[in-house]
């Protein structure tokens, strides 16, 4: 089973294979597009996912927002995926950016001043 799309009596009817694009890209990509369309889903995840889409604005071009819409799901399909492969590259760059920034310890001024700060902050409570 394919991907592919009908328009009729004003409704694009998308047909999506969950073997070349999950569910979750389907909302990801569907979310971009809110503001212009209403989104029934519908069928199931694991055969075969029905979008349903009606355009806020009937003028819409529908044909060619099938297109788009596959487009922008590629485009969101290849984000994920490139993400996915270079996750642990992504997660040592971070752990290395937090881990090389070492606090200094507090000298005895800033120590004595937040003790001052911890008790007029306790006094204050009592009230």
Known sequence: MGSGFEVKNGELVLRIN???YS????????????????????????????????????KQDL???????????????????????????ISMVLQRALFSITPKPLTGK???????LDEEIRQEANL
């Open 18 to 20: 969950p073997e070349v």
């Open 23 to 58: 569910l979750e890209r389907v909302y990801a990509t569907a979310y971009i597009f809110l503001d212009k369309y209403y989104f029934i889903l519908d069928g199931d995840k694991n055969k075969e996912i029905i979008v349903k889409i009606k355009p806020k604005d009937a």
């Open 63 to 89: 044909e060619k927002f099938a297109y788009k819409f596959f487009e922008e799901m590629l485009s969101i399909t290849n984000y994920f995926n490139q993400f996915e492969k270079n996750k642990d590259v």
């Open 110 to 116: 800033e120590d004595k001043e937040i003790k001052k």
